[in-house]
């Protein structure tokens, strides 16, 4: 009866402990699909998705480069370093500047007025604060601002587009 009693015992645990080792093979398996579930959340919560363009924002800018049109002759310019009008005055901008001109006679005449040149757009830069350029609305507004600053004072042609080649505030 005594050996009966022991073998009911041994009986009775093994199904739990086949039991017990399922379940926990369970409890695992659901534990890394939830942290696998959660770290595909975070990846695409905390992505930057690329900021959506107001319909229409380009085409009202000056300066915006457009598809349609053929790209003309560029005139590169040397690298532009200032200091920006923000108020602690310790920032700065580095921005390389390319012009797309409308006929290519008009190279010689921005050889020419080159610190005429030089001088509006270091003007036109310096005057600007971080927050007025770190956006692209405000990059369009910039190459707007640009393009009419430098189509003023030429006479032999005219600058379509504005082109930053390298721009960088640090």
């Known amino acids: 009866m005594a050996i009966e009693d022991k073998e009911e015992k041994e009986s009775s645990n093994s199904p739990a402990k086949g039991g017990g080792s399922k379940k926990l093979l ?23 998705p690329a900021p959506a363009a107001a319909p229409g924002a380009e085409a009202d800018v000056p300066g915006a480069p457009t ?17 920006l009008a923000d108020v602690l005055g310790k920032r700065y901008l580095r921005v390389t500047i390319q012009l797309e001109m409308d006929n290519p006679r008009l190279a010689r005449e921005l ?12 003007t036109i830069l310096s005057s600007k604060k971080y927050e007025d350029i770190s956006t692209a609305q405000g990059k369009l507004r910039l190459r707007s ?3 009419s600053r430098v189509n003023a004072f030429l006479t032999s042609g005219s600058i379509r587009r504005v082109y930053f080649t390298e721009f960088v505030v640090q």
Do not use: C, H, K, W
């Not at 770290?39 to 992505?47: E, S, T, V």
């Not at 598809?67 to 200091?83: A, C, K, L, R, S």
């Not at 050889?111 to 270091?122: E, F, N, T």
């Open 111 to 122: 050889d020419r007025r080159s610190p005429q040149l030089r001088d509006a757009v270091l």
């Open 145 to 147: 601002e640009i393009v």
């Open 26 to 48: 369970i409890i695992i398996l659901i534990l890394v699909l939830v942290l696998l579930l959660a770290g595909a959340g975070a990846y695409f919560l905390l992505r930057s």
């Open 67 to 83: 598809e349609t049109t053929e790209i003309g002759t560029m005139y590169p310019m040397d690298t532009f370093i200032v200091n």
